[in-house]
């Protein structure tokens, strides 16, 4: 069985930065796709950042620029750097992993999500 850890969410004034990181456990083989979304109240959920295991990344727009993600694949961990943190950055933050192979199948994966709040 296959867990998402977040971590690092948390309540920053506007400017301010915030790290997120987000474990994966279990007897893992290799994940393709390690990435954030986010969703904010009355919005659709969207991609922030993602990472491809053999280092090619996608930003949303919104966050080029100011967000950094970055992976370590031998402890199946992704981070997510926010710098120049904004209101419009408010949501639920949630951890995605794409093609996660154990010996048992190959799998994607939701993490339960954590909050970043950020005050004008």
């Known amino acids: 069985q296959v867990q998402l850890e977040e971590s690092g969410g948390g309540l920053v004034q506007a400017g301010g930065s915030l790290r997120l990181s987000c474990a994966a456990s279990g007897s893992i083989f290799s994940i393709a796709i390690m990435g954030w979304y986010r969703q904010a109240p009355g919005k659709q959920r969207e991609l922030v950042a993602s990472?491809?295991?053999?280092?090619?990344?996608q930003y949303a727009d919104s966050v080029m620029g100011r967000f950094t993600i970055s992976r370590d694949n031998a402890k199946n961990t992704v981070y997510l750097q926010m710098n120049s943190l904004k209101g419009g950055d408010t949501a639920v933050y949630l951890c995605?992993?794409?093609?996660?192979?154990?010996?048992?199948?190959?799998?994607?994966?939701w993490g339960q999500g954590t909050q970043v709040t950020v005050s004008s």
């Open positions: 990472m491809i295991r053999d280092g090619r990344i």
């Open positions: 995605y992993t794409n093609r996660v192979a154990t010996q048992e199948s190959v799998s994607d994966y």
